[in-house]
């Protein structure tokens, strides 16, 4: 019986793909809208019904529910919408696999932080500023609740080849500029680092909050300098923006930076934007 990856077509579920084929592990991918090349089933994680149908019928041995209306501005924008997906699905499904009685992985968000207190341990109380950020914050509450033994991976700003830093190195590459905001501090982490850790969470069997951030807080500024300098690109096309300068349907925390020692000490080991930079190049 497989592992059930849900969210498998997105980014981050597509470098988790990839490390559990690297390792041989058994696993189904579940997509909604857009297929990706290894064995998948179809889930609307706004349809409980179906979607308890399937899960019966699978029998998967563990689930890692990436899935989510993950665009903040979307959530602000479609708020009744996003929350079947980001707060309620994540709650059938921690109760099925509490019931199940098979592991339940959960992945939130840095953003679940008002952005004043940083850097973040597990313990500080959340405060969001977003529609996204409280639907996550709920679905947190709401699945340790259904499953006490769950786990729940906040996860920073993550990048890797595709999604944003792909369309500023195409950009830089053809000597465009790119704007990132010099006041909008995150943990950022490369997508394959944190894929590794949220095996190692599973692995490890814990239950409860961790933090997967990047080794070092840094603006969207900085790692977009990063990502010039790692691709070879003119740092001066990287153009400074203060989140003010730009009209956005939902509020910006200015410093959700984590704190990951908690993961750390279970063998969580991210590279530097550095290094993971020079490494994705270099591969
Ligand atoms: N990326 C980041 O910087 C970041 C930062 C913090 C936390 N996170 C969290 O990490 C997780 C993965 O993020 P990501 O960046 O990989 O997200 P993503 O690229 O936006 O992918 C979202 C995934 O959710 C699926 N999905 C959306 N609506 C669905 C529905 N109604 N039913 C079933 N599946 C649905 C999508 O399927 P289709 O594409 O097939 O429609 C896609 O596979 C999310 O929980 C997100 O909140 C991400």
Not at 3 to 14: C, E, K, N, Y
Request: overall charge negative; glycine content about 8%; charged content about 20%.
């Amino acid at each position: 019986m497989p592992i059930l990856l849900t969210g498998a077509s997105g980014f981050l579920g597509r470098h988790l793909a990839q490390l559990l084929q690297e390792r041989g592990l058994p696993f189904i991918g579940a997509y909604h809208q857009h297929a990706p090349p290894f064995p998948v089933i179809q889930l609307d994680f706004t349809d409980r019904a179906a979607m308890l149908h399937q899960l019966g019928e699978l029998h998967p041995t563990a689930i890692i529910h990436l899935a989510a209306a993950s665009s903040p501005n979307w959530c602000e924008l479609h708020p009744s919408e996003s929350r079947l997906i980001n707060t309620e699905a994540p709650v059938h499904l921690a109760a099925y696999c509490r019931e199940a009685g098979i592991p339940f992985l959960f992945t939130s968000t840095d953003l679940v932080f008002d952005g004043q207190q940083a850097p973040y341990e597990e313990a500080w109380a959340p405060s969001p500023i977003c529609t996204y950020g409280r639907q996550k914050y709920e679905a947190e509450q709401g699945v340790l609740l259904a499953y006490p033994e769950a786990v729940i991976a906040r996860l920073p700003l993550l990048y890797g080849w595709g999604g944003f830093l792909q369309n500023w190195v195409e950009q830089m590459k053809q000597g465009k500029p790119v704007t990132a905001f010099i006041d909008e501090y995150r943990s950022p982490a490369f997508a394959g680092d944190v894929a590794t850790g949220l095996l190692l969470l599973l692995e490890k069997y814990v239950s409860g909050i961790f933090h997967l951030g990047g080794r070092e807080p840094l603006s969207r500024f900085e790692l977009g300098q990063a990502i010039a300098r790692a691709f070879g690109c003119d740092e001066r096309l990287v153009l400074p923006a203060h989140q003010a300068d730009v009209a956005m349907p939902a509020p910006r925390p200015v410093d959700v930076s984590l704190s990951s020692e908690k993961a750390y000490a279970l063998g969580y080991t991210p590279r530097s934007a550095e290094t993971a930079l020079k490494d994705l190049v270099d591969s």
